[in-house]
């Protein structure tokens, strides 16, 4: 009998290991992993977190074709460039996928940074894993490990999606949702086109943060022009209007500028407006033509209002 429990003991033990090492997926996400111990599902974002040991891994998903452009751009020199000193870049196998690991040490702050980017016949997946501070945190190994369990399930419906946000979108003025991005983002369009080139059709996203905003005052002013500037998609940005001002109890940033989209030379007018809540917030850029900026600044505003939070 003694033998006979102690073989059901240890069956029970594996069939627990066996259910631990199931990846386990974020809602609404196609990419999941089994994570390192003591990091549980984030409620800021797709993918997982410990604050106690200040590491995250978060996912995003993005069409088949990024793949090559994405992979051409994980180089020592690209990286450099964004605070990252490549250690290493190899080809790993994830299944029945293959993927590209790459990792890196923080060169403005101490810390850690893998990049995992997965091939599918129908998406591309980006895995960034990021440890602050030394050893403490998590160990390489332990990173790796959970990186290289990284799984991608059947197509997730975009209702899906959308409903595992971290905000509510009461108002859509006629713009549609075409994609949501590491399950903190959405981009809106309207008209037939879900890729949209040289501004052809007015595009939204609204982003939900994954940091603290600056304290009120005159340095959220500047955190909003610093966001601005920051986007790669625009170039020669010239401020209109900028402002701070307080609506239904909350305080809010808003610009509107004339820039140029930086691939196509397509003059275009952008509104951002950054709505703070508590110690979160949430940005929406809308970019439209110029000749079209009478009849799409209003509907961008329209559905900034309508958010509704659930922080």
């Known amino acids: 009998m003694k033998a006979l429990s102690a073989a059901a ?23 999941g992993l089994v994570p390192p111990q003591e990091m549980t599902l984030s409620k800021r974002f797709s993918g997982f977190e410990s604050e106690e040991r200040a590491a995250a891994i978060t996912f995003a998903e993005m069409p088949a074709e990024a793949f090559k452009q994405l992979s051409s751009g994980l180089t020592k020199e690209v990286l450099r460039k964004q605070g990252l000193e490549m250690k290493s870049r190899e080809n790993v196998k994830l299944g029945s996928k293959t993927g ?3 990792s890196t040490t923080m060169t403005k702050e101490m810390g850690r940074k893998w990049l995992l980017l997965v091939k599918d016949e129908t998406m591309t997946g980006l895995v960034v894993a990021q440890v602050q501070g030394g050893q403490d945190g998590y160990s390489d190994a332990q990173i790796r490990d959970a990186l290289k369990s990284v799984a991608v399930r059947q197509n997730v419906s975009l209702e899906e999606q959308l409903s595992a946000l971290p905000f509510q979108i009461g108002e859509k003025a ?10 903190n983002s959405v981009l809106f369009t309207d008209g037939p086109k879900d890729a949209v080139k040289a501004m052809e059709q007015p595009m939204m996203i609204l982003a939900s943060s994954l940091q603290p905003p600056p304290p009120p005052g005159e340095r959220r002013k500047q955190f909003a022009q610093a966001a601005l500037y920051a986007n790669q998609v625009l170039k020669n940005i010239r401020i209109e209007r900028s402002e701070s001002f307080r609506l239904k109890g909350q305080d809010w940033h808003e ?22 809540d508590g110690n979160r ?9 110029e000749e079209q900026r009478d009849q799409n600044l209003p509907r961008f505003r329209a559905i900034a209002d309508g958010i509704e939070t659930a922080f």
Do not use: D, W
């Open 9 to 31: 003991f240890g069956l029970v033990l594996s069939v627990q290991a066996a259910f631990a090492a199931e990846p386990v997926f974020p809602p609404a996400s196609r990419l």
């Open 100 to 102: 590209i690991l790459v």
């Open 174 to 183: 006629g713009f549609r949702p075409v994609r949501v991005m590491a399950g």
């Open 255 to 276: 610009i509107v500028a004339k820039a140029v989209e930086a691939e196509s030379g397509q003059p275009i007018v952008v509104m951002q407006s950054i709505r703070f």
């Open 281 to 289: 917030y949430v940005r929406m850029v809308g970019l439209t033509r």
